[in-house]
């Protein structure tokens, strides 16, 4: 029978879950690397063994860690077994210089972005939000960074070095922080195109390459209200501008890769051509600001979000914790509510913090701010938390093992 | 010797018990005690100094001898008490956020 594996990041260390593959009973193992805020953790698809793990602090900056058998022992890339292996051993890595490439032979010499008061402000490194390992190199991973840039590792996470052309693109000197700082979130890589990499920041928007990350445009046309609906777009005074979009997450299904669906700010849309247009596809959902958005694991047109209350108020409506699942991808939603506080819950979800494994029925999980871990063994239909006092979840990943 | 306490977290990533014993050639600055200590524990880098610019990072404060030396210029000699490894150089995280 298979079984399924959680890695859970928080803000004071990181949770690993794990369980057989009827979902019911789990085994808690953590905190590791207790203390640190852990942004996001993500395996290999193709050694599910192999985790990259984002460790970072306000105090003393980011590591990166990797652990090659299932996340019991960690060490930070670059350190050999035998660096350990007396009384006296010492891990040897230093996997953690991100250095911005400024070089003019990479792309143009790009050193500034704009900042909260219309100037120009100097990029500085502050941590990893999100890890992607490749599809198809266990040592090849990605890491989006704040502020934004996407950096690669070819080494196993030893040494990174940055997709310069992301950040040289024309509109690099319009963007502009969120207010959870100018973070590059969401990496999606194409099953189906090599070359193909979508990424999204926060507040500059969805970006595409196709060319295997030399070259990038903006992805955001369509991310507007034809009405202005109240105060729902009053965050971007040119709404048709071709960045400044706060897109909170992306996911797309591995059958159907030119088709993403987007978590923005307000509103929840989808793209049928890779991104190039995008149509809002928010329908009956009672408010349609959040944070996560993903993808059934085996009906690409199943979708789901968790709807939060506004931008000044990051809890559910009504103290309510609702999924809302769509099996049209989208403008038809049903809320789901099995198993979920119904009452005085004021919680948040974080973009990061919601997967779907693999297994038959697709499970669903999720993590709040409020230190729960909660899972569907069915779709959605019911939930249960598996964790309901952890430190605030920043990220959710599930894998599924044979 | 010079001595020198890492705060808790960086003892656990650098994997080590108690004070750090180090040699230091003269002088003995800010910069060569950090260098020694980035030396021995290379998994240090970038936590404690910025990589690139090799200033502190804001939330890391640098004290000894009863005093906080984390505003001195890196190449002003430290006292010879810590030069001579009778108090140790002290690298703090700041009393600040959760």
Redesign the interface.
């Known amino acids: 029978m298979s079984r399924v594996r959680v890695l859970v990041g928080t803000r004071k260390g990181a949770f690993i879950l794990s369980s057989d593959g009827a979902r019911k009973r789990w085994k808690v193992s953590g905190p590791h690397f207790a203390g640190w805020e852990i942004y996001h953790m993500k395996g290999s698809p193709l050694d599910p063994d192999r985790i990259y793990a984002s460790q970072t602090s306000s105090w003393f900056g980011q590591i990166i860690q990797r652990s090659d058998d299932g996340g019991k022992t960690w060490n930070p890339p670059g350190t050999k077994p035998e660096d350990l292996m007396t009384s006296e051993g010492m891990p040897k890595g230093e996997s953690n210089m991100f250095v911005y490439d400024a070089s003019p032979e990479t792309g143009k010499p790009l050193t500034t972005h704009q900042w909260y008061d219309g100037t120009q402000h100097p990029w500085e490194f502050k941590r990893v939000w999100h890890l992607e390992p490749s599809l198809s190199d266990p040592d090849h991973v990605y890491a989006g960074v704040e502020d934004a840039a996407l950096f690669e590792s070819t080494d196993g996470g030893k040494s990174w070095h940055e997709l310069a052309g992301l950040r040289g693109s024309d509109t690099g000197p319009k963007w502009q922080p969120g207010a959870g700082g100018m973070c590059l979130h969401t990496i999606l890589l194409d099953p189906n195109n090599p070359k193909r990499i979508s990424i999204a920041i926060s507040a500059a928007g969805t970006f595409r390459t196709d060319d295997g990350g030399k070259t990038w445009k903006p992805i955001n046309r369509g991310l507007w209200k034809p009405i202005n609906r109240g105060l729902h777009s009053e965050h971007i005074p040119d709404p048709t501008a071709e960045v400044g979009h706060c897109v909170h997450r992306i996911a797309l299904h591995p059958s159907r890769p030119n088709t993403l669906f987007m978590q923005k700010h307000w509103d929840v849309m989808r793209s049928d051509d890779a991104g190039d247009s995008w149509q809002e596809v928010s329908g009956n959902l009672p408010t349609d600001f959040g944070f996560p958005i993903d993808v059934h694991a085996h009906e690409p047109e199943t979708i789901y979000v968790v709807p939060i209350k506004s931008d000044s108020e990051h809890y559910p409506l009504k103290g309510r914790l609702r999924v809302y699942r769509s099996r049209t991808g989208g403008n038809e939603w049903q809320a789901l509510t099995k198993g979920l506080p119904q009452r005085n819950c004021y919680v948040n979800v974080l973009r990061d913090a919601m997967s779907v494994d693999a297994l038959e029925p697709c499970g669903v999980y999720f993590g709040t701010t409020g230190g729960q871990v909660y899972a569907s063994a069915d779709a959605g239909d019911n939930w249960k938390p598996i964790v309901r006092d952890l430190p605030a979840v920043l990220s959710v990943e599930v894998q599924a093992l044979p | 010797m010079i001595r020198v306490i890492l705060?808790?977290?960086?003892r656990?990533?650098?994997?080590?018990d108690g004070e750090v014993e180090l040699e230091v050639k003269s002088p003995v600055t800010q910069r060569s005690v950090l260098d020694a200590v980035e030396a021995n524990?290379?998994?240090l880098?970038?936590?404690?100094r910025?990589?690139?610019t090799q200033l502190r990072?804001p939330?890391?404060r640098f004290f000894a001898c009863g005093e906080d030396l984390s505003h001195e210029l890196p190449d002003a000699p430290l006292p010879d008490a810590i030069a001579s490894g009778s108090e140790p150089f002290l690298i703090i995280?700041?009393i600040?956020?959760?």
């Not at chain 2, 656990?12 to 080590?16: K, Q």
């Open positions: 705060p808790p977290h960086l656990t990533l650098a994997r080590v524990h290379p998994m880098r970038g936590t404690i910025d990589h690139v990072r939330m890391v995280g700041a600040a956020g959760g």
